[in-house]
Nanobody, 118 residues
Framework: QVQLVESGGGLVQPGGSLRLSCAAS????????AGWYRQAPGKQRELVAT???????SYADSVKGRFTISRDNAKKTVYLQMNSLKPEDTAVYYC??????WGPGGDWGQGTQVTVSS
């Protein structure tokens, strides 16, 4: 099992940027697919982006070209750089580990709120 702690959320204006971080515990993290998911009020949790142990990234269509996922296995940390943010990006963002490129595993962080509003 991997423990995950997200940070970096906050309030940002439309068009702005935020960088989320997810710090993991456990040496096996570097062997896991890691990902970011989000859940807006009244909606189901959805995939945002995933990254394989080797660094190959996949994105939801809604964030392609605006968000970048990356990882540093030595630091056991996954990042999500979010640019050109839109109000519809407002959600709680969750870090995940142990899943596949297109689906989550069983390890979740506690979530970090991202609010895009003027």
């Amino acid at each position: 099992q991997v423990q995950l702690v997200e940070s970096g959320g906050g309030l940002v204006q439309p068009g702005g940027s935020l960088r989320l971080s997810c710090a993991a515990s456990g040496s096996i993290f570097s062997f896991y697919v890691a990902g970011w998911y989000r859940q807006a009020p009244g909606k189901q949790r959805e995939l945002v982006a995933t990254v394989t142990p080797g660094g190959s990234a996949s994105y939801a269509d809604s964030v392609k070209g605006r968000f970048t996922i990356s990882r540093d296995n030595a630091k056991k940390t996954v990042y999500l750089q979010m640019n050109s943010l839109k109000p519809e990006d407002t959600a709680v963002y969750y870090c995940n580990a142990g899943g596949t490129t297109w689906g989550p595993g069983g390890d979740w962080g506690q979530g970090t709120q991202v609010t895009v509003s003027s």
